[in-house]
């Protein structure tokens, strides 16, 4: 719960008033279908958001979400239930980018010093400008996706975004930038953070 509701209500609400999205898919664990979908149905009406089933890993998650949609939509937008921080600008810019592109997704600038070590021992200082933190959502061409996830599953690839699995395909992502804001909760701490930064912006 974050602010007195369901974490993934605080996105979802920015998706079902979006102009450009025709369809919704929340995709949970399987035990948690049916409870999810009452509270998504209480909320925002019956057959406004499509609930189902995920997989072990996010990557057959999402898969399941596109295979339930792709042949009805040109565009995919993804994004993470647990990034509460939604901006409704991240959705339009992403999806008018991707006219251009074959996806784009919203990132941060890496701010701090960059290590790559192994072993405990760096073994090199990274361009830190030349870094950027991904971030969600992920907007994409529906041939291009369909084509990545079909290399990912021949190669036995799997990664942790989908971005990453559109570069192997040969894909070109470009990126729109993100905020400090848009974190994902994923411990104790980060709720704590969110809870502040929805107080925050109800102060505002």
């Not at 979006?18 to 999810?36: I, Q």
């Not at 406004?48 to 990557?59: F, H, T, W």
């Not at 937008?77 to 992403?94: G, M, N, Q, Y």
């Not at 008018?96 to 592109?101: K, P, S, T």
Request: with cysteine.
């Amino acid at each position: 719960m974050l602010g007195g509701e369901p974490l993934f209500f605080h996105s979802l609400r920015h998706f079902l008033a979006s102009p450009l999205v025709e369809r919704t898919v929340l995709v949970v664990p399987a035990d948690a279908v049916e409870c999810s979908a009452e509270l998504v149905n209480s909320d925002f009406g019956t057959g406004e958001v499509e609930v189902i089933a995920g997989g072990a890993e996010r990557q057959e998650s999402v898969s399941y979400a596109f295979a339930a949609m792709r042949d009805s939509v040109d565009v995919v937008v993804i994004h993470d239930a647990a990034r509460p921080f939604l901006e409704p600008s991240w959705i339009e810019k992403t999806v008018e980018a991707v006219r251009n592109y074959d996806g784009v997704i919203v990132a941060l600038r890496a701010t701090d010093t960059l290590k790559s070590s192994r072993n405990g021992v760096i073994d090199t200082t990274l361009d830190r400008s030349l870094i950027w933190q991904a971030q969600t959502p992920q907007t994409f061409k529906v041939e291009i996706l369909e084509v990545a996830f079909e290399k990912a599953k021949r190669d036995g690839v799997t990664s942790t975004d989908e971005a990453q699995l559109v570069e192997n395909a040969g894909g070109k992502v470009a990126i729109v930038e993100g905020s400090t804001f848009n974190l994902k909760v994923t411990t104790k701490r980060d709720l704590v953070l969110a809870e502040a930064i929805l107080s925050m912006e109800a102060d505002d």
